[in-house]
């Protein structure tokens, strides 16, 4: 089994008990990790507060100087770190490399560039007035991470909250922690000062509660669902503390007439099923001019019929299995709802995949015929479920679009760029592609309405590891 890190040292938790980690494609255990437990939480809580003065009165560049040194690390393991994300949570191979591993690579150097470009000006303070603005540190970050991209989501946690002085308490998925375990490695090996960084592994109702009630975290940054915010949120907020959450979604993506309607489908059936699905910002409801709608469907059926589920560790392996057999039942159980809703099913379905006896595997879906009131256009699936929405004018799908209680991220997709822009302008979601747009680390990203508060990624993210301080001269 496994061990805590903290203080800057393996050990033992305090509790007795183990989770199992399973690989969802061989449905085996290949580990297990401590089942921390409050006292846990209690101890890394001191010896992240007791590292914080010298760790935040550190220069922004001598920060950099230590984490430029993690990522030297990080990038002369990435490949061992990607086979570790295919056996821990079932991602192909190719996928785990390029996103899974690659990803936190690109974000954990993006961030490091923003500081070594913006740290002394940006963290010294800037003049307003007869004020000077000052930007520092929380204190402790409590960070609590999810099992879908679970080492991309701890490097946008950490990376930015130890660069600006913070130092942190991570307590990663359950489901899928071994990557955790490979950074925390990294961390350790690039000679981090003890206590800077910790982590206690467990459950949340356990020590993800624990972190967001102790009173020696001044912040917790939350990614997960919806539900699982909302109570982290409530725990909180008994001892006021600072709290950003990255939640669920149901994102829509708005095909317009004279858009380029092969290339648009293709693409949304894309990236619905990236990552099996397990996405909270997966564009699942398609939504098409009438007109179009069947060529529409057509195109998504043959799309999706590409992404035949297979093993992980197959270098040819577009889709992989889903992350735990709860998963799988919860996929499964929202495809036959689909039926009983009244949703034309085109292809895939609830019944086990052929040739795949063992693992968590699901058919790629889609449904047509799907009304934005049921509750596969409306409930966060994370599965490779996509379902196409029929509408008659512009107005009427905009309206769609923003009919939901999320607000993560949309697509639109217009043969007129400036009725893009403008469709796009409309729809009250955090982030939005327009034909296609490529991904920018740089940018802000985070939800609108239930998908969250508080945004990662770019300055943004930074600045939500930080404190205002405004001193009148």
Known sequence: MRSLYID?????????????????????????????????????????????????????????????KALE?????????????????????????K??????????????????????????????GNSLIVREPVGVVGAITPWNYPLHQIVLKVVPALLAGNTVVLKPSEVAPLSAYALTEVLHDAGLPAGVFNLVSGTGPVVGEAIAAHPGVGMVSFTGSTRAGT???QVAAETVKKVALELGGKSPNVILPGADLAKAVKRGVADVMRNTGQSCNALTRMLVHRDSYEEAVS????????????????????????????????????????????????????????????????????????????????EEIFGPVLVLIPYDTEEEAVAIANDTVYGLNAAVWSGDSEQGLAVARRLRAGQIELNGGALNPRAPFGGYKRSGNGREWGLSGLEEFCEVKAVQM
């Open 8 to 68: 800057g040292a393996w050990r033992d938790s305090v509790s007795s008990e183990a989770l199992d980690v399973v690989n969802p494609a061989t449905e085996q255990v290949i580990d297990s990790v401590p089942a921390g437990a409050a006292g846990d939480v209690d101890a890394a809580v001191e010896a992240a507060a007791s590292a914080f003065p010298a760790w935040s009165a550190l220069t922004p560049g001598q920060r950099v100087t230590h984490l430029a």
């Open 73 to 97: 690390l990080f990038n002369a393991r990435v490949d061992d770190i990607a086979a570790e994300l295919t056996r821990d949570m079932g991602a192909p191979a190719g996928f785990a490399r």
């Open 99 to 128: 996103v899974q591993a690659g990803l936190p690579a690109l974000m954990f150097k993006t961030y490091i560039d923003l500081v070594e470009e913006t740290g002394e000006r940006y963290f010294g303070g800037e003049r307003e």
């Open 231 to 233: 109570r982290v949120s």
């Open 299 to 378: 195109l998504a059926a043959g799309s999706a019929a590409k992404y035949v589920p297979g093993d992980p560790e197959d270098e040819g392996t577009r889709m992989g299995p889903l992350v735990s057999a709860a998963q799988l039942e919860k996929v499964r159980g929202y495809v036959a709802l689909g039926v009983e809703e009244g949703a034309r099913l085109v292809t895939g379905g609830a019944e086990p995949v052929e040739g795949r006896p063992t693992g968590y595997y699901v058919s790629p879906t889609v449904f047509a015929d799907v009304r934005n009131d049921m509750r596969i256009a409306q």
